[in-house]
């Protein structure tokens, strides 16, 4: 491993991900390996520092996740975190038990500023704690280098051989010195350099690109959504001409997205391409029209995407690789990396390796975070606009139009919502403009939704018998669970009566206001 790494070793804790994010955000590249990782592998990558992350056992459980000791005979730095600070305890000889007192939440941390873990932080400072069980005694030759109240071993560290546990979680925002301490940890104990940043692995992946694909042949997906994007971008610094984007037009976008996606990559854009746009709208209304359960149309709208891809690799015959834009937490959240894994499949390119003809697989961004494709994109130069789009599913629209879904209902959901997010996005620019910062109530995702309701209005002097529109707006961190979110009333008329006036065949509109569970994001 030629770039200076440090290693996470996932117990299957909620935070593992964050954990290496954070690192990452010192400026330092991070993997994440679950704790079944062989110790011969570690060795191999030689790591510059390893983390032990939370989990949900007790380590002195029978059959509770553990490690080899020769992990802290390595020679190189450890930092243990909660569970990983427990299992460093107990298995360097220490003692841990179940707490008499469960800590969390924010707790206020007494900590030893001479330890190279301190530096710089506060003797008393926030911390975020979630434990029932404690380190009662520190193993031998380590020292204690923070407390609590309740917590007698807060922190304790061999700083001879650079062995530090800590109880507290510095990866999540709720410990005001989280990020420092993390740095000291990988800066300073460690000595990483810190040279991990976005421009650099810009002009690196486009490197590596050129290196592996030679003079080959490559063709990507499109979707119009920020990993594929940026993958495009990437892919087309590299090899220009080399690439083939096929983009699927589904009609089931949201209004005018097929035209920015096609201005950005397209002719005359700011890329150097091939790019295929397939109008495959009629095709998919077609394929739709009397279809009403929600996964039967899933499941179309994901098959018709194989065949009209599919029908495009064979027009363009064999191609060297097929690229795709999964990113880290794909990687990690297949199982291939981490512990924690919920097993999610590729939505949106699910299946299509088996109808393409190729040798490889290119996957440009699979060791980035979101936020740093983000980074990556606007390095490229791609549009602000489509490198911070909200998440956008895979089947688009036709999970927003309860029901049967027609030409007509895509018009109507197209237009709402397109109103909805620009008076959402005016009245939160406003606000920021005012205050400085965003609104408390600004959403992470919001959109609008086709109920399959018509019900009785009146407009003029006429009645009429119309559709509802529903408004979505969720504050979410995970998108596991979600709260609607409180847009001021004062917003939400203003949308309604412009989708009255504006929107032909919508007279009602319904805000949303349950959170996740019961409900779920989308509607269908
Ligand atoms: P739910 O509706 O499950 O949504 O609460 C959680 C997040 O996942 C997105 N979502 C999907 N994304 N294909 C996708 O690619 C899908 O079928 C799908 N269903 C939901 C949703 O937009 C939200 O961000």
């Not at 890329?271 to 996964?295: C, H, M, W």
Request: hydrophobic share 40%.
């Amino acid at each position: 491993m030629a770039r200076e790494t440090v290693i996470v070793i996932d117990f299957g804790g909620q935070y593992n991900q964050l954990v290496a994010r954070r690192v990452r955000e010192c400026n330092v590249y991070c993997e994440i390996y679950s704790y079944k990782t062989d110790i011969e592998k570690i060795k191999e990558m030689n790591p510059k520092g390893i983390i032990l992350t939370g989990g949900p056992n007790s380590c002195y459980e029978e059959g509770a996740p553990t490690y080899t000791k020769e992990l802290f005979e390595l020679g190189i730095p450890v930092l243990g975190l909660c569970y990983g600070a427990q299992l460093m305890m107990h298995i360097l000889g220490g003692k841990v038990e179940k707490a008499p007192v469960r800590e969390y939440g924010k707790i206020e941390v007494h900590v030893d500023q001479t330890s190279p873990l301190f530096t710089e932080i506060n003797e008393t400072t926030i911390c975020w704690m979630s434990h029932n069980d404690y380190i009662s005694q520190a193993a031998p030759n380590f020292q204690i280098i923070a407390h609590t109240a309740d917590c007698p071993v807060a922190a304790a560290a061999n700083a001879d051989k650079n062995l530090y546990a800590i109880q507290f979680h510095p990866e999540v925002l709720h410990t005001l010195q989280g990020k420092e301490i993390l740095s000291n940890f990988v800066r300073g104990i460690c000595g990483c350099a810190g040279d991990w940043k976005m421009d650099t692995f810009v002009e690196t992946a486009i490197q590596e690109i050129r290196e592996k694909v030679g003079d080959g042949k490559v063709l990507l997906a499109l979707s119009g959504g920020v990993d594929s994007s940026v993958a495009a971008g990437l892919l087309s610094r590299a090899i220009g001409k080399q690439l083939t984007c096929v983009f699927v037009d589904h009609g089931l976008l949201r209004k005018n997205e097929g035209g920015e996606v096609e201005q950005v990559f397209g002719p005359g854009g700011q890329f150097d391409l091939n790019f295929i746009r397939v109008n495959a709208q009629e095709r998919y209304y077609s394929k739709l029209a009397g279809v009403t359960e929600p996964e039967q149309k899933r499941k179309i709208i994901g098959e018709e995407f194989i065949r009209v891809f599919e029908e495009e690799a064979k027009k363009i015959g064999a191609v060297d690789f097929l690229a795709q834009g999964t990113i880290y937490p794909d990687v990690v959240e297949s199982g291939l990396g981490g512990e924690s894994a919920v097993i999610k499949s590729h939505h949106n390119v699910g299946g299509l390796p088996d109808f393409v003809d190729f040798k490889e697989i290119s996957e440009p961004l699979r060791d980035l975070f979101k936020d740093e494709v983000r980074t990556a994109g606007l390095e490229l130069g791609i549009p602000e606009a489509l490198v911070f789009r909200q998440p956008f599913p895979g089947p688009g629209l036709g999970i927003r139009i309860i029901g049967e879904v027609n030409a007509e209902k895509v018009r109507i959901v197209q237009d709402a919502d397109f109103i909805y997010r620009e008076e959402v996005d005016k009245a939160a620019a406003e606000y920021q403009k005012a205050n400085g910062a965003e609104p408390a109530w600004k959403p992470n995702q919001y959109f609008a939704a086709l109920t399959n309701m018509r019900s009785v209005g009146v407009m003029g002097d006429e009645r009429t018998y119309d559709y509802a529109v529903a408004l979505r707006a969720v504050k979410t961190i995970d998108f596991m669970t979600a709260e609607s979110a409180e847009i001021p009333f004062e917003v939400l008329q203003t949308v309604m009566s412009r989708i009255i006036n504006e929107v032909r065949g919508v007279n009602r509109v319904f805000y949303d206001l349950t959170s996740k569970p019961p409900g779920t994001i989308e509607f269908e």
